[in-house]
């Protein structure tokens, strides 16, 4: 790759995942591309490119604006027959990079016959019908029946995805967790799951109500744990969905310890937590500089005085920083009274936000001192996030 600035970026990240050895030549480099350069994914050589520089090069990308120094690569590449990538000239080239379209194991590449914006609009045409493949069953064979599941058990390895699926607006989960939803045959999905994502699942496909299941939490717990194995051993593509991030008080690391000892693999798809989401969607930064330099998530579902309880209070109260508290509403009044024994001033901001990034989403804004009866005056129910810090009050309420 010759040349640093925002062409090159964009280049740079396709050719490390298709696994190429890359070496960048540039006086200077964007900072996205002096991140890969420290990671050791790219060797970068800090000076204006030089012919040997070619040497033992299959493929050169020019990525420069000079078009006397772009056609000095070109006529290298081209005495030593390497193909070249032309970013300034496409009649200049031996090679073209193409408008792709990724969705999981499927790439798309479109060459519009020269013509980048033909190219590009065939690939943006492409990219829904992909999805629409994955969610509504094969479009160009009839191979498999339309909506049928994927995996039919008989000899499928199964395997289980635990995936976030963000704070509540069914957009804000990942694309990689949007994508396995629509690969799925069985789906375990908690109470605070976007419903609109449930709505888009394949016809056949399973779907198991994870807050339906009877017995205690434990029970409960060893009852989703059994499913998820059971299925996934029958051949199955399990996705667990669990509202936020699977691994913040989301017992995701349950789930994934049942499954390895069950000998079944495990993907891992980070969410959007609540902790951060939800104080942000109400206008509220948990940092913020000169004000806050430092957040702290604990869950609020035991009680301070509780035995079962392993969150030191006392030592939270004495925090300067945001303290970010989830499943608190049942025990608000304790844990205020709490944080005021130890020494967090009364007058300190606090704010709590019911259903956040949903259509259902409030706001109460309030003090430490006063927010668990504002809580109750007001009607707050749960799911809400608890937020006390100084943050609460820096930027207008949302």
């Known amino acids: 790759m010759v040349g640093g600035g925002a062409v090159a970026t964009r280049r740079v990240p396709a050719l490390l995942d298709a696994g190429a050895e890359l070496l960048l030549v540039a006086p200077e480099i964007t900072p996205a591309l002096r991140a890969h350069a420290d990671a050791g994914r790219l060797r970068w050589i800090p000076r204006p490119f030089d012919p040997e520089d070619l040497e033992g090069a299959w493929l050169v990308h020019v990525a420069i604006d000079d ?76 191979s498999v029946e339309q909506g049928s599941p994927v995996n039919t058990g008989a000899g499928s390895p199964g395997r289980v995805a635990l995936v976030g699926a963000g704070p509540g607006d069914p957009e804000l989960i990942t694309l990689r967790g949007w994508r396995l939803l629509t690969e799925a045959d069985v789906v375990v999905a908690d109470r605070l799951v976007p419903g609109l ?82 104080p942000a969607a109400a206008g509220i930064p948990v940092t913020h500089r000169g004000v806050a330099h430092e957040f702290t998530v604990v869950s609020g579902h035991v009680a301070p005085d509780s035995a079962a309880s392993l969150v030191r209070w006392e030592a939270l109260a004495a925090l300067r920083g ?77």
């Open 67 to 142: 078009p006397q120094a772009a056609a000095a690569v070109s006529a290298a590449a081209a005495q030593r027959r390497i193909f070249c990538v032309r970013a300034d000239d496409r009649e200049a080239a031996t090679a073209w990079t193409p408008a792709v379209t990724r969705h999981g194991p499927v790439t798309v590449a479109v060459l519009g016959g020269g013509d980048p914006r033909r190219a590009m609009t065939i690939r943006d045409a492409i990219r829904p019908l992909l999805r629409e493949s994955e969610r509504k069953g094969p479009l160009l064979t009839d």
């Open 322 to 398: 945001t303290l970010v508290i989830l499943m608190g509403l049942k025990n608000l009044s304790a844990i205020t009274a709490t944080l005021l024994q130890h020494g967090r001033p009364a007058d300190t901001p606090a704010a709590v936000v019911q259903e956040a990034t949903t259509g259902g989403q409030r706001t109460l804004r309030s003090t430490l001192g006063s927010v668990a009866e504002d809580v109750a005056a007001a009607g707050v129910r749960p799911p809400a996030v608890v937020v006390v810090g100084d943050v609460v009050g820096v930027l207008p309420l949302l």
């Open 197 to 278: 994502l449930l709505d888009e699942l394949r016809t056949g496909v399973e779907l198991v109500d994870a807050s339906k299941i009877p017995y205690g939490p434990a029970r409960a717990q060893e009852e989703i744990n059994r499913i998820l194995v059971d299925r996934a051993l029958a051949g199955a593509f399990v996705v667990r969905l669990k509202g936020g991030d699977p691994y913040v008080f989301g017992r995701g690391g349950e789930e994934l310890l049942a499954c390895a000892e069950a000998g079944v693999p495990v993907t891992l798809v980070p969410g959007v937590t609540s902790s951060v989401a939800a």
